[in-house]
């Protein structure tokens, strides 16, 4: 991958002392820049949003870019699992304001409640194309800058199902238990160059993310009745979400944060989930998973398996 070039190199081709009065402006002013990806709609909107209100100069990122009615912050166009697009972005942001303190990774989707092996090989590469690797390719852009100013924050958005099991969601939590460990191994590694990545882990959110699952690519008969059933529990789970707020202020508190920790559950279910898996019995969490989704009564109702003799 092409690192982006440092903003030195941009101003050196063109004027060097254009360079330290652009530098100097910078750097007296108290105006931290924020990116988010993702920040079309739902957490990513909700998330610029709150940081622009909070005194942050944000920079949001689409695959469309800019659109339609007026916004805190500027949009920009940006296709995270492009390397090219990521360059682009950065490097637009950089000539603008020579530093990025905050990069906030949201950008990501997910794939209807479907088993596992419903999602072909290309579709579940392609969900951790952007969820993960996407994230990884913005990391990687920003963190030379951060690194050369001597501090930043990297706050990437996670989910409960970065520490606890999704049946019929494998793909999308395999992704976010990526995005977890990933996050605090950086975390140890960029904390002693004052930079520090925490992971935000909410639960159901009220976002049009659900609107735009992914269907799995190659369906089975044999998931039909299970299928059915798990996308009718999250579709009555969502009608007591939480909103998108909730995540944005729990980004904002991460980004203020003086000692900010590695991980952040967002809203009440979450912080219940968190407590839940930390120290309730493994039995009793992979038993409550099974009866909230209705596992059992689904495996139930299907007809008796054929007797094989070895």
Do not use: C, W
Not at 110 to 117: K, L, T
Not at 211 to 230: I, Q, S, T, W
Request: aromatic share 6%; proline share 4%; net charge positive.
């Amino acid at each position: 991958m092409t690192i982006i070039i440092y903003i030195n190199d941009y101003d050196r081709d063109q004027n060097n002392s254009g360079h330290r009065q652009k530098e100097k402006l910078v750097n007296t002013t108290n105006t931290r820049i924020a990116l988010v990806t993702g920040a079309s709609s739902g957490i990513g909107e909700a998330t610029a949003e709150r940081l622009a209100k909070a005194g942050y100069k944000v920079y949001g990122t689409s695959r469309r870019g800019a659109q339609a009615g007026r916004r805190p912050f500027e949009m920009l166009a940006l296709d995270v699992t492009s390397d090219e697009s990521v360059e682009a972005a950065v490097s637009e942001v950089m000539r603008h304001d020579g530093r990025i303190d905050l990069l906030v990774n949201n950008a990501g989707f997910g794939v209807a409640p479907a088993g596992a092996e419903e999602s072909s090989m290309d579709q579940a590469r392609s969900i951790f194309e952007t969820n993960f690797f996407g994230l990884i390719r913005m990391t990687r852009a920003v963190v030379p800058h951060m690194r050369r100013q001597g501090n930043g924050r990297i706050i990437n958005i996670g989910s409960v199902l970065g520490f606890l099991p999704m049946p019929y969601g494998a793909l999308y939590a395999a992704t976010k238990h990526a995005v977890g460990g990933y996050s605090e191994s950086l975390d140890h590694e960029l904390r002693t160059r004052g930079i520090r990545v925490s992971v935000i882990e909410p639960a159901y959110t009220k976002t049009p993310f659900d609107a735009n699952f992914m269907e799995p690519d190659a369906k089975l008969d044999e998931y039909r009745e299970a299928r059915a059933g798990v996308t009718k529990r999250v579709n009555e789970v969502m009608t007591t979400a939480e909103s998108p707020g909730v995540v944005a202020e729990t980004v904002l508190k991460a980004a203020s944060a003086a000692h900010p920790k590695a991980r952040y559950a967002a809203g009440k279910l979450a912080n219940r989930l968190r407590l839940l898996r930390r120290f309730a019995p493994a039995g009793l969490v992979d038993a409550g998973i099974r009866k909230d989704l209705r596992l059992d009564a689904v495996a139930a109702s299907q007809p008796p398996r054929t007797a094989r003799a070895f």
